[in-house]
């Protein structure tokens, strides 16, 4: 049969664009396969540095630190009216009160951390918001050396460094308060000033001990809206030692600190008085203050000198963690007629100077029951401003002496429930005792100043 | 259709049970991690619904999860320290403890070292540091390279108090994040020494056998040898738990200690808690 050169033309074109078009379809496969490849490739490479870009990123939140807590409580007190230390006065004709007693929120920022392992600086802000206003509690820098990481310096507003329970946060404390001798010698904990403390690292063989060494202004940290800008040169120095330590595998924790405060502030008081022997009416030597002989006593340095030892000890054992703490402090603590609170400002011209020696301790009694969220709390706290006088001897006419040199006992009982992480409950009592004198008016027997608090804390 | 309609019913509500069934979180030590990886997956095969997320990063790491809440399980290869105790106290957890196996703690060095056996005292010596060169300990002359973990691990912590005596490491020892980090250090360094789970030891490390009677006698890290007691680093591993995720974690918990959850422990190179 004779071959059509038309259908051999028409046959040879399609071959033509057959071939033509498998050359496409190959060339496009080999495109798309090195895409393929090269996006597959690409895929670790972009899913390794978006995650560094995430672990750097999230590194640097971490140094980020927002926390707080709010105290929120209800109180119900034996009088109306009353002075107290469990939270402060009760307003005159009031005997029942709900108060925020603290609002705190802390911002901290953690530094870079050292090629040894510890971050070599710390920026601390802490407010206190109540209904009673906002104050400043924390603003300080703490910067660590990074040769050993033994040494800091923090500077700015912070815990005075005295004692255990002074820096002890609020929010940990099983009381609702710190004792009446703290809240007394340290309004408001916090003083402005700059430390430098010594302990090694946390992965060192000498952590367990610490030395925190600091001079401050002596005022302390402002209450709400008061100014606590220091009043004279007198700068006082702080400082205290401690042991922390583990034994028989973590089932026993133990601490032992002791503490040194030297300052003075100064004085343009009228008189000075002293503890001595004044005399009575009659011409007789009775317990008292002796008033100096000079007027116009101005530009006089009071010293404050307080030594203290303190004591912490845990045990994890059958009936769950028991813990026993103990404080004791003495010095002399310059005051008033009026108050023998440390002053965060020059003392009144017209009054005088009274030169006490005080002394005080704590002593705290906590039991875990087993491994519940409830635990039970008993805090004996003893404060007496004036050792020198007791008794009767208090507010005897020409001793010079007033109610501000009465010896007073708290004993407190408390339960807490911890709900959760977040939320605590505490229901605590304060039975107060207060020394009594028959020649001191309105102190004749003990006053009606306990107080039942029912806190509820909330942490985050 | 009725039949048919309650059937399809019954089979959705099974379906929402089944996933429903709760997913359970374990933190903590990298010791830990190969054991309880293995088990989380045999468990969620026999236990279909069921969901385990294993992840390591140290017992401290673990123990802290467990403090904040964003962990169920943490698995530990140390003790809870007092503090931390203290701290789940104020947190309000009830902690319960139970052991899931033992390990044996195992000193690597290159297979190219020619050293393979070591005092505790010797030990102590090169991880503080006093000991600087191989042939002071009758190696060859070279340089010791000390790899240790990190301070949130529970290794770091027992090698510490049961090896050296709660000295503290040379602040040459290079720190690692994972045991298997150490490993592989080890495998290509010359003259690197370090310290990981029995489990963790391959073939690209030797081991070391050790001596804790002052070089009478030098025992190898074996199965044999830790239930035995005759291996001195020997350590309890443990799952700590609270009592709110205790039904939660309890089955798995407790497919651990069943005699099935034991022979994993034995496959993985542990040491199981029998007799």
């Not at chain 2, 690692?176 to 495998?187: E, N, R, W």
């Amino acid at each position: 049969m004779p071959i059509n050169p038309e259908w051999l033309f028409c046959n040879a074109q399609k071959n033509k664009h057959m071939k033509q078009n498998l050359t496409k379809i190959l060339l496009v496969l080999t495109l798309f396969s090195a895409t393929l490849a090269k996006a597959q490739q690409n895929e670790p490479d972009t899913l390794r540095s978006t995650v560094a870009q995430i672990a750097s990123d999230l590194d640097l939140l971490k140094r980020i630190k927002i926390t707080g807590y709010i105290q929120a409580q209800f109180q119900y007190a034996d009088s109306a009216g009353q002075a107290s230390f469990a939270g402060g006065n009760f307003a005159s004709g009031v005997d029942k009160r709900f108060m925020i007693r603290r609002g705190r929120l802390k911002a901290q920022y953690d530094g870079a951390v050292s090629a040894k392992g510890w971050s070599l600086s710390q920026y601390v802000l802490q407010f206190d918001v109540t209904e009673r206003g906002m104050t400043i509690k924390d603003a300080y820098a703490k910067l660590t050396d990074p040769w050993c990481g033994w040494v800091s310096l923090t500077a700015g507003m912070q815990n005075r460094p005295f004692g255990f329970e002074i820096p002890f946060s609020s929010s940990l404390r099983e009381s609702p308060e710190r004792g009446r001798m703290s809240q007394i010698i340290f309004p408001n904990e916090r003083d402005l000033g700059a430390m430098v403390s010594l302990q090694g690292p946390k992965t060192g063989h000498w952590n367990w001990i610490k030395l925190d060494g600091g001079m401050f202004n002596g005022t302390g940290a402002p209450g709400a809206g008061a100014n606590t800008a220091d009043f004279d040169k007198y700068k006082d120095f702080i400082g205290h030692l401690a042991i922390n330590r583990t034994a028989m595998h973590e089932k026993i924790k133990y601490g032992l600190g002791g503490s040194i405060y030297h300052g003075s502030f100064v004085s343009d008081t009228a008189f000075v008085y002293t503890p001595g022997q004044p005399k009575d009416s009659t011409g007789t030597p009775i317990d008292g203050f002796v008033k100096s002989p000079d007027k116009n006593k101005k530009g006089v340095e009071e010293k404050r000198k307080y030594f203290g030892g303190d004591v912490q000890f845990s045990i994890d054992w059958i009936i769950g963690i028991t813990t026993l703490r103990g404080e004791y402090i003495q010095g002399d603590q310059p005051g008033t007629s009026k108050t023998t609170v440390s002053p965060a400002a020059i003392f009144p011209a017209g009054d005088g100077i009274y030169r006490r020696k005080f002394n005080g301790m704590y002593l705290y009694f906590v039991q875990n029951v087993l491994t519940t969220p409830l635990s039970l709390v008993v805090k004996y706290d003893l404060y007496d401003p004036n050792t020198d006088i007791s008794g009767d001897a208090i507010g005897k006419t020409g001793s010079n002496t007033s109610a501000n040199d009465l010896a007073y006992s708290t004993l407190g009982f408390g339960l807490i429930y911890r709900w959760d992480a977040n939320l605590k409950i505490v229901l605590y009592y304060d039975w107060v005792t207060n020394e009594k004198s028959k020649n001191l008016k309105g102190y004749e027997k003990d006053l009606k100043d306990n107080v039942i608090t029912a806190r509820v804390q909330v942490k985050f | 259709m009725k039949m048919k309609s309650i059937s399809l019913v019954a089979a959705m509500f099974l379906s929402v049970t089944t996933f429903a069934q709760s997913k359970i979180t374990v933190k903590g030590s990298d010791t830990c991690l190969p054991l309880v990886q293995k088990e989380a997956e045999d468990y969620m095969k026999a236990n279909k619904g069921a969901s385990i997320s294993v992840i390591g990063g140290g017992s401290g790491v673990g123990i802290s999860a467990l403090q904040d809440g964003t962990t169920d399980l943490a698995m530990s290869s140390r003790a809870l320290k007092m503090d931390e105790k203290l701290k789940l106290q104020e947190a309000g957890k009830n902690v319960k403890t139970t052991i899931m196996a033992y390990d044996a703690l195992s000193v690597i060095v290159n297979p190219g070292n020619k050293v393979d056996q070591l005092t505790r005292e010797q030990l102590e010596g090169i991880f503080t540091g006093k000991i600087k060169n191989w042939k002071d300990v009758g190696g060859d002359d070279m340089q010791i390279i000390v790899y240790s973990r990190e301070t949130s691990s529970g290794t770091y912590e027992f090698f510490k108090e049961k090896v050296l005596m709660n000295k503290n490491y040379a602040s040459s020892a290079l720190m690692m994040p994972a045991t298997g980090a150490i490993v592989q250090s080890v495998s290509q360094t010359k003259g690197a020494i370090g310290y990981v789970g029995l489990a963790y030891v391959e073939k690209n490390v030797k081991d070391v056998k050790v001596s804790y009677d002052k070089g009478k006698t030098f025992t190898p890290a074996t199965y044999e040898n830790a239930k035995n007691k005759s291996y001195p680093i020997v350590r309890p591993l443990y799952f700590f738990y609270t009592a709110q995720a205790e039904k939660m974690a309890k089955p798995f918990i407790d497919y651990v200690a069943s005699a099935e959850g034991q022979r994993i422990v034995k496959e993985v190179g542990y040491i199981d808690t029998g007799k």
